[in-house]
């Protein structure tokens, strides 16, 4: 199985700061990654497809990018509904596999 | 407007079988493919299957012996049902739409499923 490798596990940052969430494959993946976003006891919503894709709806703050076993994901001016904690997931191969994820918080 | 909705019992005892349906709508399951991904409190997410917009199924094959995905089109609704469940098998359920080559657009709410005697 391919291992997605995410850092840091928590984050803290003030309102209006740039944060950027790493996640490394074991192998290349080959730009198959996605970003999700996951509020307190909601589900996962998608906000970056193919690496660096933004989903339909998902603000232009949010932005992917990345190649080979090394991709990442950044947030311009963080906003107080950013908080969440946010994960990354490899498409390349099966069993699709996730990152184990990053806590956002607000300084 | 895309809509996945999961159901089932809260509760399930150790070494029983646990039924899970996803109920869809706003797509149609001929065109649209589904996961299930589960998990559980406080972890990461683990994708579980998927079944096809063919009705063909794969499976992470860490628990594909006790997995099985299915589907009734008429219903729009998407079975997953998993034999011999154990405590660390408790964890919130999701269903998703699968975009290919495979992120997953749309999620349900989760179902949380506790294993317990």
């Known amino acids: 199985d391919i291992q997605m490798t995410q850092s840091p596990a928590s984050l803290s940052a003030s309102l209006g700061e740039t944060v950027t969430i790493e996640c490394r494959a074991s192998e290349d993946i080959y730009n198959g990654l996605a970003w999700y976003q996951q509020k307190p006891g909601k589900s996962p919503q998608l906000l970056i497809y193919n690496a660096n894709s933004l989903h339909t709806g998902v603000p232009s703050r949010f932005s992917g990018s990345g190649s080979g076993t090394q991709y990442s994901l950044k947030i311009n001016s963080l906003q107080s509904e950013d908080v969440a904690s946010y994960f990354c997931?490899?498409?390349?191969?099966?069993?699709?596999?996730f990152g184990s994820g990053t806590k956002l918080e607000i300084k | 407007q895309v809509q996945l909705k999961e159901s089932g019992p809260g509760l399930v005892q150790p070494s029983q079988t646990l039924s899970l349906t996803c109920t869809v709508s706003?797509?149609?399951?001929?065109?649209?493919?589904v996961s299930w991904i589960r998990q559980p409190p406080g972890k990461g997410l683990e994708w579980m299957g998927v079944?096809?917009?063919?009705?063909?199924?794969d499976y992470n094959s860490a628990i594909k012996s006790r997995l099985s995905i299915s589907r009734d089109t008429s219903k729009s609704q998407v079975f997953l049902k998993m034999n011999s469940l154990q405590t660390e098998d408790t964890a919130m359920y999701f269903c998703?739409?699968?975009?290919?080559?495979?992120?997953?657009?749309?999620w349900g709410q989760g179902t949380l499923v506790t294993v317990s005697s």
């Open positions: 079944i096809w917009s063919n009705g063909g199924t």
């Open positions: 998703a739409t699968l975009s290919i080559p495979g992120w997953f657009a749309y």
């Open positions: 997931q490899q498409y390349y191969d099966y069993p699709f596999t």
């Open positions: 706003g797509l149609s399951l001929t065109s649209n493919s």
